[in-house]
């Protein structure tokens, strides 16, 4: 005869407790899509990859259609020193000439988008591989930017090779494969008018495809808790003014200004809310959908 202990009940009992209280929220985002940004410490971390994939599969399981871009950066990182390909950064854009940019999605598309579909598959779910050429889900255009000399104060143009930015997403392949309850998983690989391949910054991509579909959220999962004040204390909900202020006296700043240009242009162009929240703590993604208070940062038009 099995017994078990008072410590085993309440634990079960407290498991039972936040399955109960995350009923809501599972009403509340049945049939919405979600747009989950994975990168950073969690896609390089074991553990936290496999939490990722069942959290996804999760998601999939109560009716949630969860979508997947990923990034990769200090994977190509390991792969050009391997290879010893010199790259540089301009603007936290790394220069990708036409050997650099092959290197760049064979990782992309090939090692780091078939661990995670392989992991997503392992947890239960059924998921699919893409980039952006795959049935032309992402065009892309050439990225310029422009850099003043501080001497002559003429602008100069400033040629980042094919480096590109998301200019048309095509939803069919995603509407298809949700009808059929596959999990896409992306690569940020792009295709401009005349084929040629560009790399796109995955939190970019992930933005304008959450925008094309009309998502619920866009998650960015990134090292940090989220957007803390002058204080270090994290800022749970930021509305599009409260972030133009936050910018302009400087309490956001570094790499957290694209994140969050990335969020505020995904809520300007019709997703309800975008979030950002630590990677690096298991279970994020759970914690933050189906909990009152969340455990990230909530960047929304109101």
Not at 144 to 149: A, E, F, L, M
Not at 197 to 221: E, F, K, S, V, W
Request: aromatic share 4%.
């Amino acid at each position: 005869m099995k017994k078990k202990s008072i410590g085993e009940t309440k634990k079960w009992l407290s498991a039972a407790q936040t399955i109960s209280e995350a009923l809501p929220f599972m009403r509340r985002y049945a049939g919405r899509t979600f747009v989950i940004k994975y990168g950073g410490h969690a896609m390089g971390d074991q553990r936290l990859a496999e939490i990722f994939a069942r959290d996804i599969v999760l998601m999939k399981q109560v009716g949630i259609n969860p979508v997947v871009v990923h990034g990769g950066g200090p994977q190509i990182a390991k792969m050009l020193e391997r290879l010893a390909v010199k790259s540089e950064f301009i603007d936290g854009l790394r220069v990708t000439d036409a050997a650099t940019v092959e290197i760049v999605e064979m990782v992309l598309s090939g090692t780091i988008n078939k661990q995670i579909v392989t992991a997503i598959n392992r947890a239960g779910g059924t998921a699919i591989g893409l980039s952006g050429k795959d049935g032309g889900l992402i065009q892309a255009t050439k990225v310029r930017r422009t850099k003043r000399d501080v001497e002559s104060n003429i602008e100069k143009i400033l040629d980042l090779g094919f480096v590109g930015e998301p200019s048309e997403i095509n939803p069919d392949i995603l509407d298809s494969l949700d009808q059929g309850g596959i999990i896409p998983v992306i690569a940020p690989i792009g295709v401009g008018a005349g084929g040629e391949t560009y790399n796109i910054n995955a939190d970019t991509a992930a933005g304008a495809i959450a925008a094309a579909i009309g998502a619920a959220r866009l998650l960015m999962l990134t090292d940090v808790p989220g957007v803390l004040d002058k204080s270090g204390d994290l800022i749970t909900d930021i509305t599009l003014s409260d972030l133009n202020k936050l910018l302009d006296d400087g309490t956001i700043s570094g790499g957290m200004i694209p994140k969050l240009e990335t969020c505020k242009m995904a809520v300007e162009d019709g997703v309800d809310a975008a979030v950002i929240i630590d990677g690096r703590k298991p279970h994020a993604i759970l914690l933050e959908i189906f909990t009152d208070s969340g455990i990230g940062t909530l960047i929304n038009r109101r």
